[in-house]
């Protein structure tokens, strides 16, 4: 099965800084992998994804990702924070279950905390 | 964007008794629904995923008699707690896609409903 490490559940940066936010994932077979962002007391809005085309993904919100085969990561970065990115973020991997149907697998979660 | 609404937002109720929540795709036919429970500071973890017309299926560790799922037609699905007790407790959410099987389509998410349990 495949799965997705996030790495550090608690990030912080000031405002205006860089945003990095680190995630790895296992999988036999070229994965889906994507971003979503969740606010409190919300659903979650998808961020960006890949899926096998450009391995630089650029979403919303200035938000982009690049997909490294040899590293088996999928890193979510913004150049410059903003105090509105201040919510959850879960990296998720596509996969197939015993019946062939496709569900997600998502990640432990980053929150994200930005500095004023 | 597609739209997904859940029904009701928040609900308590007493222990014992039982729940129905809501999944709609407002602009869009679903054919698979998905939902999630997540606890506390935790991830979204799969409960089940169901196919319009047919059985939910169920992911391992989840009573399918105590979370009923009935999904009849495109634009809606339902989840049903049944005798409730505190530890269902929890934020339930659900997703629709409108493609099935290997091909890629995107789950479009609810804003989740918050059940209390008391």
């Known amino acids: 099965a495949q799965s997705v490490t996030q790495l550090g559940s608690h990030v912080s940066v000031s405002e205006g800084a860089l945003v990095l936010l680190r995630c790895n994932y296992s999988?036999?077979?070229?994965?889906?992998l994507f971003w979503y962002v969740q606010y409190p007391n919300q659903g979650l809005q998808l961020l960006l994804k890949?899926?096998?085309?450009?391995?630089l993904v650029k979403g919303i919100n200035g938000f982009e990702a690049e997909f490294k085969k040899s590293e088996t990561s999928f890193h979510l970065t913004k150049p410059s924070a903003h105090m509105s990115d201040a919510a959850e973020y879960f990296c998720a991997v596509s996969d197939l279950d015993n019946f062939g149907n496709e569900k997600l697998t998502f990640g432990t979660g980053t929150r994200l905390t930005i500095i004023p | 964007g597609a739209v997904v609404s859940q029904h009701p937002s928040r609900v308590i109720c007493k222990s014992g008794t039982s729940v129905k929540i809501e999944c709609r795709s407002l602009d869009f036919q679903a054919t698979t629904m998905f939902w999630y429970r997540q606890f506390p500071k935790q991830s979204l973890m799969l409960m089940a995923t169901?196919?319009?017309?047919?059985?939910?299926?169920?992911e391992q560790g989840v009573e399918k008699d105590k979370f009923l799922i009935n999904h009849a037609s495109l634009t809606l699905s339902t989840l049903t707690v049944t005798s409730a007790h505190p530890e269902d407790s929890s934020f339930y959410i659900c997703?629709?896609?409108?493609?099935?099987?290997?091909?890629?389509?995107?789950?479009?998410f609810g804003p989740g409903t918050r059940l209390t349990v008391l």
């Open positions: 890949y899926t096998s085309a450009a391995t």
């Open positions: 997703s629709a896609r409108e493609g099935q099987g290997s091909d890629y389509n995107e789950q479009f």
């Open positions: 999988s036999s077979v070229p994965p889906y």
């Open positions: 169901s196919n319009e017309g047919s059985k939910a299926t169920y």
